[in-house]
Structure formats: structure tokens, C-alpha cells
């Protein structure tokens, strides 16, 4: 059964550090995964797109990684700050076309 | 350019009843798929639609339905409403489709079925 983890549940960070949260999936043949962060009561907003064949993608202080040989991603949010505080999600897009979600990790970041 | 548009944002309805939900993708974007969200199942992949053609689908029973018109808003129906239905359901666009390209997500409509 193609599953899609996300650990911890839930992070509190201190305002101004680092921090890594973690994405793992059971199938190694995959399409893409996708980050995305979702604020109480709204939608979704992409934040990095890492296809199959790129190892990386960076966008302004978030960096994302993709190991498929270990089902692994990390996306990692340099010098936090307390608008970073949300519920962060990643997808992955499996060779059989199926999107699975995992359930997030709700960020909160300390002032 | 405007962003992923969902209308109606709030809907109550009663169990039996049926439900439309309209989505307005991104200009340009042809491909539009839907989600439900829930507590207790988190995101769950409904269906895809692409030039008004059905892709893929997901594990939902068949009261769960979806069309696409010629410029691209897509509207998804729901049948004989159950309690389980409330939700928040979101749609998304992408230029080419979900294999190659970076959805963007509408606000969402929440359901609540009473």
C-alpha cells in the first residue's frame, strides 16, 4: 500500500532558527512530490515541486530535498520566522498516478 | 493573474439532499482535480479532469461525480448527501496536469451536512 508519513505531528521552533521537517513514502517509483503549507480554514499553497529526477529545489529561505532510493524528503526552512506558523503538507505523485497526502506537521514558531 | 477561484464558499445542506460546487482554474491552466478534506481522513484525491476528459479518479463511490466544460470550470456534484460529506473540499489547477506540474489550490467550499 502506497502511504505517505509525515513526523512529527506537530513542531514548536523558537523564532530565528532552522529547522527540518521530514516526509517519508513506501514506493520509490514516483512522478513528484510536492510541499505545501495550508493556514486554519483555507487552502493550500504550493511552495516547492520536486520532480523524479531532481535531487532539490530551493525557493527563498525553504529548501527541499528528494532521496527516492530511501522514500525520503526533507524541507528545510532556514532563519524561521513567526509567519512561517502553519500546517505543512507534502503530496506524492506515484508511477500509478495516484496523489497521496500525508498529515502534516502544524509548525508553530515561537516570538 | 487571478488565483484558483470556488464558489460557494460555505454550504449547508441535509442528508439526501445534492450539492454542486463550481471551480474557476487559473487562466491558461487546463487541468483541474478535486479533494476532499476531513479530520479524520486528512486530503484525499477525488478526480482529475483535462480538457474536459476524466483522467483519473480516486476511491470514491460513484454519488461523487465531476464534469469540465470547454473553458475549463469544472464542477463536481455530490448525491444523496450523507453525514460523512462534511468536509472541505478543494479543487486545484495546473497547466498540463498533476504528472508535470505545480497545482494551485482554490480556497475550498465547506460542506456541512446536517
Known amino acids: 500500500k502506497q502511504e505517505v508519513t509525515q513526523i512529527p505531528a506537530a513542531l514548536s521552533v523558537p523564532e530565528g532558527e532552522n529547522l527540518v521537517l521530514n516526509c517519508s513514502f513506501t514506493?520509490?517509483?514516483?512522478?513528484?512530490l510536492q510541499w505545501f503549507r495550508q493556514d486554519p480554514g483555507k487552502g493550500l499553497t504550493s511552495l516547492l515541486l520536486i520532480q523524479s529526477s531532481q535531487r532539490e529545489q530551493t525557493s527563498g529561505r525553504l529548501n527541499a530535498s528528494l532521496d527516492k532510493s530511501s522514500g525520503r524528503s526533507t524541507l528545510y526552512i532556514a532563519a524561521s520566522q513567526p509567519g512561517d506558523s502553519a500546517t505543512y503538507l507534502c503530496a506524492v505523485l506515484f508511477g500509478n498516478e495516484k496523489l497521496t497526502f500525508g498529515t502534516g506537521t502544524r509548525l508553530t514558531i515561537i516570538p | 493573474k487571478a488565483g484558483v477561484t470556488q464558489t460557494p464558499r460555505y454550504l449547508i445542506k441535509t442528508r439526501g439532499q445534492q450539492v454542486t460546487l463550481s471551480c474557476s482554474p487559473i487562466s491558461g491552466h487546463r487541468s483541474v482535480s478535486w479533494y476532499q478534506q476531513t479530520p479524520g481522513q486528512g486530503l484525499q484525491f477525488l478526480f482529475e479532469y483535462f480538457s474536459e476528459t476524466q483522467r483519473n479518479k480516486g476511491n470514491f463511490p460513484g454519488r461523487f461525480s465531476g464534469r469540465q466544460f470547454s473553458n475549463s470550470r469544472s464542477e463536481m456534484n455530490v448525491s444523496t448527501l450523507e453525514l460523512g460529506d462534511s468536509a472541505l473540499y478543494l479543487c486545484?489547477?495546473?497547466?498540463?496536469?498533476?504528472?508535470?506540474?505545480?497545482?494551485?489550490f482554490g480556497p475550498g467550499t465547506r460542506l456541512t451536512v446536517l
Open positions: 486545484a489547477s495546473s497547466l498540463g496536469g498533476r504528472l508535470t506540474d505545480t497545482q494551485y
Open positions: 514506493d520509490s517509483a514516483i512522478y513528484n
